[in-house]
């Protein structure tokens, strides 16, 4: 039926191994295929990664399967999770149960905000609170320089709002435990079969590490949902001189003007244009503390620089970040500083537990 002549290309929606699972464009129909490598791509060192455009050749559509022999050039790539050509992140939080917690929220944005992407917010389960509720949070967020989404899944509101920016894009899906993001993803792709995947077997294992990552196809367009539990440790480990880049308030006031000194750090100096009263300026100097913490831990300990994790192309915007550090680092004990900490560990142990347990 398919001629192998023919040029077939596809997108990589899931690696483990050595084996992909190529969505392949067949105009409304997907077949996913398992695919190979070609041993040529690995003698020139082309990875392959989950979000890859790639081209295919011997496609069997009986026995489901093909080789790659070509990777389209990124326009973007992270680093970890694992992801290429992805545009936005969807941060999905709940309202109530759990209810919004504007520390925890702050630490999710700024962590998306890192990887230069483009940043959709869906506050979920608004049907367990009152409108006021809704407009409060609605008021705060955009002081904050963000205009959410606000949906219910369990009574389908604003999802079809939500879908229309997905179009046609890979999404990575990230928040806390709890919020709507299996309900979400099951609501948005109510193919099930799609979700599990008939030829992943191997692959379901690890599902649930941090560096696993797996792209679901959305009905009705050509966009992509990656479900990306290593995206929900919200670490802050970029260097503290790119920080306030990734708070919209403060980047809008770096952008109207200048420090007095190159290298404020926006906390005593003096004629600095970040310091102010805007909201999340606390938060902003508990994640620098963090921050600056990290950074002089990473220069007592030079070798895990070799370990960066995010990386960013296009948009022009490069960053890098460090491998996760474990649990056995501890920061010194200033209050602030020891809450904030508790607070992540918490809330994170779990994926930290589970990391690489796959890779
Ligand atoms: N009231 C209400 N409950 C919801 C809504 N969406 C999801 N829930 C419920 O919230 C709970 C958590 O939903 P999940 O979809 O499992 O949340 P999750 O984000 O995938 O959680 P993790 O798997 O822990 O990451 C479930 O009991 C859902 O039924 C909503 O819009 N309103
Ligand atoms: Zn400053």
């Known amino acids: 039926m398919y001629s192998d002549s023919a040029d077939l290309y596809g997108t990589v929606l899931a690696v483990q191994a050595n084996f992909y699972r190529v969505g392949i464009d067949l105009g409304s129909d997907r077949e996913i295929l398992l695919c190979t490598r070609r041993a040529r791509l690995k003698k020139i060192g082309q990875t392959v990664m989950v979000g890859d455009r790639v081209r295919v050749e011997e496609a069997d559509f009986v026995d489901k399967q093909g080789a790659i022999v070509e990777v ?75 205009e959410p989404f606000f949906v219910s899944v369990a009574e389908d509101r604003g999802i079809s709002e939500l879908l229309a920016r997905l179009n046609a894009k890979i999404t990575l899906l990230a928040g806390p435990s709890g919020v709507g993001k299996s309900s979400l ?50 670490d802050l480990d970029d260097g503290p001189d790119r920080l306030a880049w990734y708070f919209p308030e403060a980047r809008e006031r770096l952008e109207g003007g200048n420090c007095q000194f ?14 102010g009263d805007w909201e999340r300026y606390e938060h902003y100097l508990e994640f620098l503390e963090e ?60 994926n930290i537990d589970n990391d690489d347990e796959d890779w």
Not at 101 to 129: C, H, M, P, Y
């Open 185 to 234: 993803i099951n609501r948005l792709i109510p193919d099930v079969s799609q979700r599990v995947g008939e030829v992943s077997g191997k692959l379901q294992k690890g599902r649930h590490t941090t560096r696993h990552v797996e792209l679901f196809a959305l009905a009705e367009d050509s966009g992509f949902l990656a479900d990306t539990p290593g995206f929900n440790q919200p």
């Open 262 to 275: 190159n290298d404020c750090t926006h906390r005593n100096e003096p004629n600095c244009v970040v310091r």
């Open 72 to 146: 389209c050039p990124r326009k973007t790539e992270i680093d970890r999770p694992p992801v290429a050509n992805a545009e936005q992140v969807l941060l999905v939080f709940a309202i109530e149960e759990p209810s919004l917690d504007a520390w925890q929220l702050s630490r999710f944005l700024v962590k998306a905000e890192s990887t230069g992407l483009d940043i959709i917010l869906a506050l979920n389960k608004i049907d367990l609170v009152s409108s006021e509720a809704i407009e409060e949070w609605r008021k705060r967020l955009r002081d904050w320089g963000y």
């Open 291 to 350: 921050s600056i913490e990290r950074e002089s831990t990473r220069q007592r300990t030079p070798e895990e620089e070799s370990s960066l994790k995010l990386k960013i192309r296009g948009a022009g915007v490069a960053t890098y970040e460090p491998k996760l550090e474990s649990k056995k680092y501890r920061r010194h004990s200033r209050r602030g500083q020891h809450q904030a900490r508790e607070r992540y560990e918490n809330q994170s142990l779990q």
